[in-house]
């Protein structure tokens, strides 16, 4: 079974650190994604990433970045982390191209607490 | 900009059928797809839609209509594990990038 596995189920932060969310996919796919989770807003794309060392922002990128140094593995960053960035996290990852009509594979998800 | 409207809830009754709207405007279109996710879990993939017409998946059924900019999830034999959020969402590119509905949350009563 493909697996995506993200490092945390539940996190608690204070207001000000810097938080690392890692996720890591056993698939071989080229795609890697950062969603958040919000009651009543969806899913909502972060950041994502297409290859190793490349990264594309989503449509709410502020306050965090992306690592990807190896193809398996794909960080996010919240460099000072804030209240209202408490929210559930969700790493995905999918092929490229056509092959990506197979769906994407979630991780089971982080969810984060900024105090 | 981009969007996709789909119903914020719908309940239906152990058996029956239920349909799920999903309308979308999208700068880029390649497909629609669906999403389960029950609660406290990660999402999981249902159907892709590429092509106008039904795609079927044993109690599931998937449609679309490029033209009207339009799909809907069909799901049948409704079962009450079948309780979760549905979401649909759009192949923006032939990339693989997603975006999202904002879910629609299935009740399935006794």
């Known amino acids: 079974d493909v697996k995506v596995t993200q490092s945390s189920r539940y996190l608690v932060k204070r207001t000000g650190e810097k938080v690392f969310l890692e996720c890591v996919q056993d698939?071989?796919?080229?795609?890697m994604f950062w969603y958040r989770q919000d009651p009543g807003l969806g899913l909502r794309l972060i950041y994502f990433?297409?290859?190793?060392?490349?990264?594309e922002k989503g449509d709410i990128p502020e306050g965090y970045s992306v690592s990807r140094e190896k193809k398996e593995r794909f960080s996010l960053i919240l460099e000072s982390a804030s209240t209202n960035q408490t929210s559930m996290y969700l790493c995905?990852?999918?092929?490229?191209?056509?092959?990506?009509?197979?769906?994407?594979?979630f991780g089971s998800g982080t969810r984060l607490t900024v105090v | 900009g981009q969007s996709l409207e789909q119903p914020s809830e719908v309940t239906a009754v152990e058996g029956a059928i239920v349909q799920i709207n999903c309308t979308y405007q999208t700068s880029g279109f390649y497909g629609l797809s669906w999403y389960q996710q029950h609660d406290g879990g990660a999402p999981t993939f249902l159907s892709y839609?590429?092509?106008?017409g039904l795609e079927e998946t044993g109690r599931f059924s998937s449609f679309l209509s490029r033209s009207d900019s339009y799909g809907y999830l069909l799901l049948q034999e409704l079962q009450m594990k079948d309780s979760a959020s549905y979401f649909c969402?759009?192949?923006?590119?032939?990339?693989?990038?997603?975006?999202f509905g904002q879910g629609t949350e299935l009740s399935v009563k006794p």
């Open positions: 698939m071989d796919h080229e795609n």
């Open positions: 839609n590429g092509l106008d």
């Open positions: 995905a990852s999918s092929f490229v191209g056509q092959r990506s009509n197979y769906g994407y594979t």
């Open positions: 990433s297409y290859d190793v060392k490349m990264k």
């Open positions: 969402a759009v192949n923006s590119n032939q990339g693989g990038k997603l975006i």
